[in-house]
């Protein structure tokens, strides 16, 4: 079967350090890989998309980036965080982008900026 | 633009209760329609995905239908439990697009 794991499961930094955040996948070839922000009482928007390695796109532009160096990888960094960086992202999958795909998410990172 | 809606934003039921959640969405070329849960902090968990050639799905006590006519999803939960207390999210996926998530409804089933 298939699981996603991300790490660190919380964060607290302060505004301007650097932001590291994985996910991987496990039990699963090649697949679609996503980037969500959830904030406060906002729904999901998402941030990033890849389907394949080093393959990125970006539906927001801001000051976060993300890397695929492997196949079941999605890294999610920031250079310099800021406060409106707060939020919940989860990281989620699908074995493609067909009618019948589903998106299975990871358990999330609850980042705090102060 | 795709813009996903969802009513109520919060409903309370008593336990045993029949109840209906709504999701609208603005532009009918989908290629399908998913409704998630979501627990306080944590994932999301996928209960439900309707194709757009489909007009419903039923898994359980859970069933939704899809009429892409109209703009509208329901998620019909019977014989609601306290475990059903949590968010519901419908997220529709245009043709050539990613998922569009609605807001949620939060839903609290009082024993």
């Known amino acids: 079967s298939q699981t996603i794991h991300q790490w660190p499961a919380t964060l607290v930094q302060p505004v301007g350090s650097p932001l590291s955040l994985e996910c991987t996948v496990e039990?699963?070839?090649?697949?679609?890989l996503y980037w969500y922000r959830q904030a406060a009482g906002r729904g999901l928007q998402l941030l990033f998309y890849?389907?394949?390695?080093?393959?990125i796109s970006s539906e927001v532009p801001q000051n976060l980036s993300a890397s695929r160096p492997q196949d079941r990888q999605f890294i999610l960094s920031s250079k310099k965080l800021l406060l409106s960086d707060s939020g919940f992202y989860l990281c989620?999958?699908?074995?493609?982008?067909?009618?019948?795909?589903?998106?299975?998410f990871g358990p999330g990172t609850r980042l705090t900026v102060l | 633009k795709q813009e996903v809606t969802q009513i109520p934003a919060a409903l309370s039921v008593p336990e045993g209760e029949n109840l209906v959640l709504n999701c609208s969405f603005t532009?009918?070329?989908?290629?399908?329609l998913q409704w998630f849960r979501q627990d306080p902090g944590k994932g999301l968990t996928s209960l439900l995905l309707i194709q757009s050639s489909q007009r419903e799905q039923t898994s359980g006590r859970l069933n939704a239908s899809l009429d892409k006519s109209s703009g509208r999803s329901t998620l019909y939960i019977a014989a609601s439990q306290p475990g059903d207390s949590a968010t519901y999210l419908c997220?529709?996926?245009?043709?050539?697009?990613?998922?569009?998530f609605g807001p949620g409804t939060r839903l609290s089933v009082l024993p």
């Open positions: 989620a999958w699908s074995r493609g982008q067909g009618a019948s795909d589903t998106q299975y």
């Open positions: 532009d009918s070329a989908i290629y399908n």
């Open positions: 997220a529709v996926r245009p043709r050539g697009q990613n998922f569009v």
């Open positions: 039990g699963t070839s090649n697949p679609n």
């Open positions: 890849s389907v394949g390695i080093g393959q």
